[in-house]
């Protein structure tokens, strides 16, 4: 496995990859890689002949409030656990080579709309941190192929929606969500709940399968079911960020006629906010 810090090098060596006929598979990350991870470079193999993932915490998706330099970095653990998944390619570059002008002035590229809501209503400035920041790696990496988690459902809407939008040469792939045993979705952050909070945290998750269960039945009172989602979270102890139910291609409020519909939740830990969706589809 090549590990490369800087871009030019990293384009060479991935240009004759390319002239050798190879499809490039390329999964972003920000390091401290977890199962989940793993799976999406397992994802990443299926369908290309070589696989690229980027290592980068990016500053730039940050809030100022926000855990950047709590940010767990385990790069060396990182690179072990990526070889033992057969990538080919690790890029982990530093704040310079990718911002070398600075974050304040790096040209940014903003997806309107859809980054107003759910977690981008919570976190201003998020998704322009994490939109620019994927432009910049597919530039740099100029993948057949990009591999996103399901887990952060918006960031993939997001994504597809830019891709889209911008007519980049990519197909956006959805990694499926790995899970605890429990149901509690595979996160970078779930080291921060605490012993206490982890028979408990897996609410989000049950009250997300028992709304579906109730749109399965016929229940179209979308803003009911979301206000006793939220009931049940609190109940077990947790403040709620959002619950909402959405059409799962423009991430507005589900209408009764919608047949992809995307429901998705926030909620605080002591230690950081998890998030989860689950999708279903009606006919
Ligand atoms: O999902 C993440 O880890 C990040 O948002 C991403 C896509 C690597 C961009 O920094």
Redesign the pocket.
């Known amino acids: 496995m090549q590990i490369h810090h800087h871009i030019t090098p990293l384009r060479e060596a991935l240009r004759g990859e390319r002239l050798a006929g190879k499809r490039i598979g390329f999964v ?3 390091g401290n890689l977890h199962r989940g991870h793993i799976s999406l470079i397992e994802r990443a193999r299926q369908s290309n002949d070589v696989v690229v993932c ?1 290592i ?1 915490v ?1 500053g730039l ?1 940050f809030g100022k409030n926000e855990d950047l330099d709590k940010y767990p970095r385990t790069f060396q653990d990182d690179c072990d656990k990526l070889a033992a998944a057969g990538c080919d390619y690790v890029f982990h570059p530093d704040d310079r080579e990718m911002y070398p002008n600075g974050m304040e002035a790096q040209t940014r590229v903003i997806c309107p709309v859809m980054t107003d809501v759910l977690c981008g209503a919570s976190r201003p400035g998020h998704f322009e ?2 939109t620019t ?2 432009t910049k ?1 597919f530039n740099i990496v100029q993948p057949d192929e990009a591999v ?2 399901s887990k ?1 459902y918006q ?1 993939l809407a997001v ?1 597809r929606r830019m891709a889209a939008d911008l007519c980049m040469p990519v197909q956006i792939t959805a990694g499926e969500t790995l899970r605890e045993a429990d149901g509690l979705a595979m996160s970078s952050r779930n080291g921060f709940i605490t012993p206490a909070e982890r028979p408990r945290v897996v609410q989000l998750n049950q009250s997300l399968n028992w709304a579906v269960d109730q749109i399965r039945a016929g229940r179209k009172d979308f803003d009911r079911i979301q206000r006793e989602a939220c009931q049940q979270i609190e109940q077990a102890g947790f403040k709620v960020d959002y619950f909402a139910i959405m059409n799962s291609d423009s991430l507005r409020p589900a209408a009764a006629e919608d047949q992809r519909i995307t429901l998705l939740g926030a909620m605080f830990v002591t230690g950081a906010r998890l998030i989860d969706n689950v999708s279903v589809t009606l006919s």
């Open positions: 972003p990350t920000m980027s980068f990016n998706q941190g994490v920041v994927v790696l996103f988690g952060d960031q994504i």
